[in-house]
């Protein structure tokens, strides 16, 4: 599972600040254009937790470019989605879009809640939400994650920023839960959890997440690779760092 060789890191990360962190095309995407507009998807992006430089990425449309791109190409009616970490609602928004079936959407910070609910309401998703975090444990009532100035770092597993209790939810309390075969996972690192926990996830035939190398050694990761494997997870479709795995 390599995910960036050398070659591509000498032609990508000088496109990446250019284009998809430039403070100048920033600045003009938040205070005049104030609104990301893709396709026929009108979402507002008045964020208080995101630095003026990343709303170039609304302005060249690179947001989320990598998981855009898989689920844009990938889903389709038979996919029912559950999306962990909702983030603004743009990938929420493309993965109801192309299914047409409800979404369950899971993000659990606080200050991007608003900007998110009014986005799917906006796009006329149908969906339920939850500010909660999503797991496999009955009693564990909390978990703590740590909260960046940017809300695109917040992470269990990035040790930076305001550590905050969050409140836990267990995959048993979730009404319908196993009626939905899609997974989209892009929360910084918390795709490992999934992973490893794939066994209690019968209902997952399809599977998308972004993988944060960064937060991984490659003993780490290959051990990610190896729990796809060992549940009979095929790798169908891969841009850059974000997956597309298929159960067989």
Do not use: W
């Not at 799917?120 to 496999?136: H, I």
Request: glycine share 2%; hydrophobic share 35%.
């Amino acid at each position: 599972m390599q995910v960036f060789p050398s070659f591509t890191k000498i032609f990508l990360f000088p496109a990446y600040y250019l284009l998809h962190k430039n403070i100048f095309f920033g600045f003009i995407q938040k205070y005049l254009i104030k609104k990301f507009y893709y396709k026929n998807l009108e979402l507002e992006t008045n964020i208080r937790s995101l630095p003026i430089s990343n709303y170039s990425s609304f302005f060249f449309k690179t947001y989320e470019y990598n998981d855009r791109k898989l689920i844009e190409k990938n889903i389709n009616k038979i996919n029912k989605c559950i999306i962990i970490g909702g983030g603004i609602g743009f990938i929420p928004c493309i993965a109801y879009y192309k299914s047409k079936n409800k979404i369950l959407v899971f993000e659990i910070d606080k200050n991007i809640k608003k900007n998110l609910l009014i986005n799917l309401k906006k796009n006329k998703c149908t969906y339920d939400f939850y500010e909660k975090n999503l797991t496999f444990k009955k009693n564990k009532k909390n978990e703590f994650f740590y909260f960046d100035n940017n809300f695109l770092n917040n992470s269990k597993y990035r040790n930076n920023g305001e550590k905050i209790k969050i409140s836990n939810i267990s995959i048993k309390k979730i009404k319908n839960f196993y009626e939905y075969n899609t997974l989209i996972i892009d929360a910084e690192g918390i795709e490992e959890y999934f992973i490893k926990n794939l066994k209690n996830l019968d209902n997952i035939k399809y599977l998308f997440f972004e993988l944060h190398y960064d937060l991984f050694n490659k003993r780490e990761i290959l051990n990610i690779k190896k729990n796809l494997f060992k549940y009979r997870f095929k790798l169908i479709d891969q841009c850059f760092n974000s997956f597309y795995y298929k159960k067989i």
